[in-house]
């Protein structure tokens, strides 16, 4: 069983950054692709990132393109989202998830199989 635990999200300003972490435990981290999801309210869950299991190839939904930033650590087990230039329409619960198995290339929610609790990322105009 994996856990993942999100942190780092607030309110900010637009224009501010933010960093996103999850923490995962209970697995082999460096065997999962992890991703970034959010959901803003009255909306289906969106892709944000994905980053492959050694951290050296990564995926961005053009919304986020130039602004996020996915990262790992696979010794601290560990995936970060370093969000900059914040817009209100980034606001939304961000989720981080585990892909246990297949392809690196995954970006439906649904291709996922574990998840965090969400952190709330709220900015204002």
């Known amino acids: 069983q994996v856990q993942l635990v999100e942190s780092g999200g607030g309110l900010v300003e637009a224009g501010a950054s933010l960093r996103l972490s999850c923490a995962a435990s209970?697995?082999?981290?460096?065997?999962?692709?992890m991703g970034w999801f959010r959901q803003a309210p009255g909306k289906e869950r969106e892709f944000v990132s994905i980053i492959g299991r050694s951290g050296g190839s990564t995926v961005y939904a053009d919304s986020v393109k130039g602004r996020f930033t996915i990262s790992r650590d696979n010794a601290k087990n560990t995936v970060y989202l370093q969000i900059d230039s914040l817009k209100p329409e980034d606001t939304a619960v961000y989720y981080c998830a585990a892909r246990t198995r297949g392809t690196w290339y995954a970006l439906a929610p649904s291709e996922y199989d574990y998840w965090g609790q969400g952190t709330q990322v709220t900015v204002s105009s």
């Open positions: 209970g697995g082999t981290f460096s065997s999962y692709v």
